[in-house]
């Protein structure tokens, strides 16, 4: 029985960052990952029947303007730029997401030319919520928030159906930070992110996240919950980026919620593509042209991705959910008190460090993952790194 430097709890992007990190300044690793397979949320795989590389727990855009993260992971593998685009289908019609001009064009028949016409027509959509004395006062709940920057129109095709069906709520029972960033375009900019770097990995994110791990100093263990092995390991530091309350898990004290997904796969023989973007987002309840219920939000076509060839294609049907794998922390007044108490009791904790999405209650992008475990090492080893654009 040897004592590792490091135990880290966790093969996803986080726990593998700070391994590849730790092997680098000769330290050994021990990663304990309960899933049978490496690389967290970011695992894709061959899918056997159609040869394309699909992943298992929805799509991943790799996306930065971090210089520091952007160097980071070419050193794992080769990356080819890629600008996401995603397409909404509204009454009946495929539309650029986010709403751009475009958008505004297809839906209401309009002849939008520039900026400023479009500035113009956002500014008469846009409502003014008032106090009991006439004055402007901020929006209070996420449908005020949305009313605000879209108006009544947008919103009912798109914004409130779509949160209806994300978050089984009403957005006027959301919090105002649900909706605070819709993004609206008033130009024809129809990719999904304007990061600086945009791409995807040639071979994969389970190829670049195993070359991570590629050191004789690290062991990785696969099948394997800490939970169960804790007695028996030794190490000199623990991270730990599994979910925080599991850690404390003897405390009695409810669980943090999470909105989940679960993806319903399908397959068509002999067909060049299903739909015409990797993604659709299908916010609305109904089919405009079928009148049939529509319950899924989005269908991810992987093909299309770094333009994949196969006979066949294969796609796959989101549904948000309440039960499954941990994916969007619940913003809700509860959950943030509850997540301060656990916070407070992390602190105390000591030779353990709560790192990534799980342990921080918190959506972190593939990119803030990476650079929040560097900056992680960088606390813990006093290394002083410069990211510029941070
Ligand atoms: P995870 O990937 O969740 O890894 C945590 C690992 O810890 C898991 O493998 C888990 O099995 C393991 N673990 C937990 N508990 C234990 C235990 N007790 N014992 C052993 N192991 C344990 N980001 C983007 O930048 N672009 C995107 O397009 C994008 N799309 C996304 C789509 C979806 C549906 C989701 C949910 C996320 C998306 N992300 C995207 C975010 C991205 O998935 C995260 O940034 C990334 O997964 C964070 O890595 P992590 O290591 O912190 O967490
Ligand atoms: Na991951």
Request: proline share 4%.
């Amino acid at each position: 029985d040897r004592t590792y430097d490091n135990c880290i709890v966790g093969s996803g992007l986080s726990g593998s960052t700070i391994a590849q990190q730790y092997a680098a300044l000769n330290q050994t690793c021990l990663v304990i990952e309960k899933r049978s397979h490496i690389g967290g949320n970011c695992y894709d795989y061959i899918d056997d029947e159609t040869t394309i590389r699909v992943s298992l727990y929805g799509a991943h855009l790799f996306h930065t303007n971090s210089e520091r993260v952007w160097e980071y992971v070419h050193r794992f593998g080769e990356w080819v730029n890629y600008e996401h685009r995603v397409l909404g289908k509204v009454e009946g019609k495929y539309v650029p997401i986010p709403v751009n001009i475009d958008t505004v064009n297809a839906l209401f028949d309009l002849n939008i030319q520039n900026e400023e016409e479009m500035n113009e027509w956002l500014a008469k959509e846009q409502v003014k919520f008032s106090d009991s004395n006439g004055n402007v006062r901020e929006a209070q709940n996420s449908e005020e928030v949305a009313l605000a920057r879209v108006g009544p129109r947008l919103y009912e095709l798109i914004f409130h159906p779509y949160t209806l069906k994300q978050w089984d709520k009403e957005p006027s029972d959301l919090g105002p930070e649900v909706l605070s960033r819709i993004p609206v375009r008033n130009n024809r900019d129809g990719r999904y992110f304007s990061d600086n770097y945009q791409a995807l990995p040639k071979e994969g994110y389970t190829s670049i996240i195993q070359n991570m791990l590629d050191s004789p100093l690290i062991t990785v263990v696969t099948d394997t919950d800490y939970f169960r092995v804790k007695d028996r390991i030794r190490c000199r530091r623990l991270y730990y980026t599994g979910p925080i309350d599991a850690y404390f898990n003897h405390l009695g004290w409810p669980k943090l919620e999470y909105r989940s997904l679960s993806f319903e796969r399908a397959v068509q023989h002999n067909t060049q593509y299903f739909q015409p973007a990797a993604v659709v987002n299908h916010p609305q309840r109904r089919d405009h042209e079928s009148g049939q219920e529509v319950d899924y939000t989005r269908i991810v076509e992987y093909k299309h991705f770094l333009n994949q060839t196969s006979d066949h294609t294969v796609y796959f049907i989101e549904r948000s959910t309440d039960e499954g794998e941990p994916y969007y922390p619940v913003p809700n007044a509860k959950n943030k008190e509850l997540y301060k108490r656990y916070q407070e009791m992390a602190r105390k904790e000591e030779g353990v460090r709560f790192v990534g999405r799980l342990a921080n209650y918190k959506y972190f992008n593939m990119d803030e993952a990476i650079l929040n475990a560097l900056e992680v090492v960088d606390e813990d080893t006093g290394r002083i790194e410069k990211d510029v654009n941070r």
